[in-house]
């Protein structure tokens, strides 16, 4: 199978499992899982998934772990963060600051 | 966009609202601001749809694929975190598994909405679509039943308009503009995902999960291919959630956060 047809095929089935679980919240009745410990792992969940995403993307290459212009670019985006900016003003901000470091150094 | 009520707190004073006549002028003022608040979420959220169509480029999609996950998985926290896992060389296996955990959340929102709503029929399969952290933010601040649908409905379908025309835009900016590290877009990614997680690390436990979940997949990334040190991170957080039953969470459980479509 073609790298795009395996994109294809991942992004369709993702779709679906994400709407299924959408779907599984308006069909299913309130009781379990309304669990107070089901609803705090699915929350921690999301906490660890988004921070390891940032971990990743922003310390790795492939298989190595890497420090260059995106570390900074994140302190931007924190900094940015705890002045309350908006999502677009962050982003927009970490994209310039690695961008400036990278032609600064060439 | 503040941080909204959790919806257990307001759920009793709705029990009772659900009695009044809908036609009332109180009803018919919560439904303009609810219909206000809805239409400025939906443009403040839509807008950065143009992160997510150029990131997306980056990481390796064209424009068709991109619109796809915008239109079909409609889930911002996800539609990241798949390209991100794509894009850093990990399978479609590992990215539907990342996409899937981080859309768990939707479900939780649901449960929230569905007695609410009252949607049938077609409605239904509709709203369970546009139930995300914005819709469900706004429905769940509605006073009154007219403003509880008014304010989920017309975020959703606003955002989900506004977050694909933006989707596009993005997208054909990114082709545009060639290698994306030039521009910095490679930050851009981690930012995106710093932004969305921000509002969530409040309370010890979340940030010792965030921690945890960083060290453990910085961790495992030269030992196991791509895409799993990040789902070895959720492991950590369901032994955390799971074991320590009491732990206290200051973040009210399911509450919609601040950015994420």
Redo the contacts between chains.
Sequence with gaps: MSPDAVTWLALLAASAVVLAIKLVGHLVPEHWLAEPRVARTASLVTVALLAALVGVQTLTTGSHLVLDARFPALVVAAAALALRAPFIVVVAAAAATAAVLRAVAG | MSRPRPAGRVRAGRAASLTRVRSSDHDDDGVRTAVRQSLSVAV?TG??G??FGALAVAA???VA?TM??SL????G??Q???I?V?G??GS??A??A??????????????Q???LLG?HGWR??L???V?IDESTAVGTAGRTPGAVRAGFWWTGVGVFVLWNAFTLAGALLGEALGDP??????????????????P??VGA??RA??????????AL???VP?GI??L???V???V???TR?D?A?A?P??APER?EP
């Design positions: 403040a807008l950065y143009i992160s390796g999609l064209d694929q796809a996950l079909l998985m409609f889930s926290g996800s990241f975190a798949f991100g794509l850093a060389g479609g296996g990215a539907v990342t996409a899937g955990l981080l859309g768990a959340r939707n479900a939780l929102y649901g449960i909405m569905a007695p949607a239904r399969p709203a369970a679509h139930t590290r030039t521009y910095g877009l490679d930050a851009a990614a981690p930012a995106a995902f710093l932004a969305l997680v921000w969530r690390l436990t979340a999960t965030a921690l945890a979940a960083v060290v453990v997949a910085l990334t030269p030992v791509a040190p990040v070895a991170a959720a950590v957080a369901i955390i959630g799971w039953p732990a969470l973040t459980v399911g950015t």
